[in-house]
C-alpha cells in the first residue's frame, strides 16, 4: 500500500463532472507472449485521463470495464477484472503512457495488497511486447 500512496501522492483530484465520458477503450487483441496468451486493452485519451485521476468514480470504473467485456467477452473472469481494476487505478500513475494494459488469465486471484505489491502481474513478470 505505500506504493499506491506514494502512487498518489502528487496527483490531483478532478470532479467526476469534468472528466471526460467514454469510450474509455479504444480497442483489445489478444496476443501471445512467451507462449502465454495476453489480453491488451488500449486505452483511449478519455480513458487515460480519467484513469490518471484519482477522483474517477467506481461507476467510471465498472463502465471501462463493460468496454473490455463488450470487445473480448473471453476476458469476463474475476483475475483479469482485478488485474484491470488495477492497472485502471494505478497504470497511468506508475507508467504513464504505457502502450497497453494487458492482461492475463493464467495470473492467479489474489487479494489487492498482492495485486498492487506485483505491479498488476500476480504470478509472474509483466509481459513486455
Known sequence: MVLAAQLVAGAGAASADTLPGPPYIDHTSWARYGGQVSL?????????????????????????????????????????????????NFAEFAEPGKTSWDLEPWRPVVDNNTMILTGCNPGGADTRF
Open 40 to 88: 491488451r486493452v488500449f486505452p483511449t485519451k478519455a480513458g487515460r485521463v480519467v484513469a490518471g485521476d484519482i477522483g474517477k468514480t467506481a461507476a467510471q470504473t465498472d463502465e471501462a470495464w463493460q468496454e473490455v467485456l463488450v470487445l473480448a467477452p473471453g476476458a469476463n473472469s474475476p483475475g483479469m477484472r482485478a488485474q484491470f481494476v488495477c492497472h485502471w
